[in-house]
């Protein structure tokens, strides 16, 4: 593997040490600038993975005080060591930047989303900004991959602590945590692993994060006994499946609280009833988790507590996590930063531009609660344009945009509408955003500067292009017009799905008047969390703006959301069984490549290869890419062990950072609002 994580911090450019691609720039076409120096003060320390932690039997074991007086002595709960797995996973000390620490406190954490319930094998988001991270454990780990030596760069184990791959490369074998438990105490097993796979994923009536095809080609799973299974493949080295077992994909739900939910096990519930199973307020859930939602009220907070069957320790053998309790208050994105900002919450991603200057003002501030961890530009905004002809498409007027999506030309003119500099400069003054083309995220590893096709600011090409396309305002109300044949020649009007937070206003008023100059009426949607996922789920938009994710960084570890390996993706070209995907030729040359790149070994040539897909994606204009810019992790200063992380690279930083292993001194720590409790179940 290349020097991975070098690069994803942006300390090399790597565009230097690349060929440019010798075929010649299509018409208006550019080279996409260098982005703008800015100061990075991020470092990172590397270790290897069994610095970071290893699965282990310890001699003895020990828990918060109150946990033995309140649960164990009473003879609600087995004795720490009968509720930890055989051998535990433990997290070494060499790793933790402050050490061993403390038992007590509770983290402060804020987020935009909503819970959509705990069936997060039907597809459910519990509320993102971290919380989907404590409640779905899965069987790999990919967020600390980001503090690996570059030469041993490897997906992580998590509930399935070793595995290994048949000589010819065709079937995976893997060994789960002996002995790990749900939050209320029944065993992890095969089964939950075999019905996740089998009643959820591969299930078409069950809505799904996963997919069989995404997993790798023809992926298959066998059972072999209750800790060990076994998946086959059609191609050899399916590498990315290791990714793609990693959050979000492979996380299994408790099969003892789904099966009884699920009509295959049930004659009595719908497909229907098992997909809205697990509502938000169904407390507390069964997790593997940390922490444990035990109180839910809408639109104000979740409280999550300590899970007494937590199958981590630290090298003295204190179950973690440290922090007895997390709340996560029900708020907006913006609040989430200025809230960590003024120190009333301990934790968040600063991602949203128009709050960036007023945040390092008061983050400048030798009195400020808050430490600042300023990354690479690897946040990105796109236009994501719907290619599916028929998905939840309702009258004339989305079918015809549909058709027109499908259009290079017409993505070409869109792309030329847009004026990014000032774009960029709308979203937050100073230096910064970067224009941005689309597919990977620069400042990032993969990314390669040479590869990138640039269709820039040109309204006069855009028009010209819209003309040659039969769309000229017959009317003369500054609108252009469909031909007569297509939507009754009325006018182009094209709704734009987004949030409803600051950076995607600042969007909404500038690409309206962008579009408008070209003649094309553009109508904002404005959706909040739970509704933008369900109609992006459902392929039920125009346009949406969208903040790019891990794929545009890490493309192997979901492929799927870039180019069409399976119905499930990308987002903006998903299909289903009555509305499949019709793929055009390059998107077809993009799954080529695809699995090209899954199957290669070499580390110079997957690169190459992955620069090559980033070619396609830019030069067929599959997204619009709008600006880049970078993002800063807070955290209060009185949480220890907060490595250096940028707030995303394989995963977000909640995953990055590893949350089970900060603690607090006992002075600074806050009360809980349920102290000296964990879940109950009746
Ligand atoms: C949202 C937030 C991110 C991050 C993720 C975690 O996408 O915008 O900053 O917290 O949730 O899933």
Redo the contacts with the bound molecule.
Sequence with gaps: MMNYNKHLLGLSILSMCFPVLSEALPEGATKIPSTPEIPNRLSIEYFSPDQIFEFKKLDHYSEPKWLTDNYVKTGKLPPVEQRLPEAPMVMKTASMPDGVGVYGGVLRQV???RPQGWNWSAAHSQG??????IVQQCLTRTGPMYQLKTDQLQVLPNLAQSWEWSKDGKTLTMHLLKGAKWSDGVPFTSEDVRFYWEDTVLEPRVPSFSSQNALGDGAKLTIIDEYTIRWSFNKPFQNQALYNMAFMTFCPGPAHVLKPLHPKYNNQATFEDFSNALPANEVPTVTMGPWVPVSYKEDQIILLRRNPYYWKVDEKGNQLPYMDEVRYKLST?ES?TLETMSGSADF??M?NPPIYIETLRKLAASNSPTRAMFGPRNLAFQIQMNMNPTLSVRDDREAAIRQLNRKLKFRKAISHAIDRKSLGQALVKGPFTAEYAGGLHPETAFYRQSDVVYYPYNPRLSKQYLAELGLVDSDGNGVVNFPDDINHGDDLEIVFNSGNGTADSVFNDNLVSMMADIGIKLIPRLLDSVQGDSARDAGDFDWRLN?S?KELIVPMQRMEWLAPIAQSGPVWHRGTANNPQVLQPFEQKMVTLAHEIFAERDNKKQADLIGELNHEMTKNVYHVGLVAYP?ALLVNKRIRNVPNAP??AY?????AVMRERFWVPKQQQLKGLKPHTVPEYE
Excluded: K, L, M, P
Aim: no cysteine; glycine share 20%; net charge negative.
């Design positions: 987020t935009g989303g993102w900004g971290g919380i989907n991270y994105w989430r968040s991603n991602e903040r994710d993002g707030i995303t995963q977000w930083a909640e995953d």
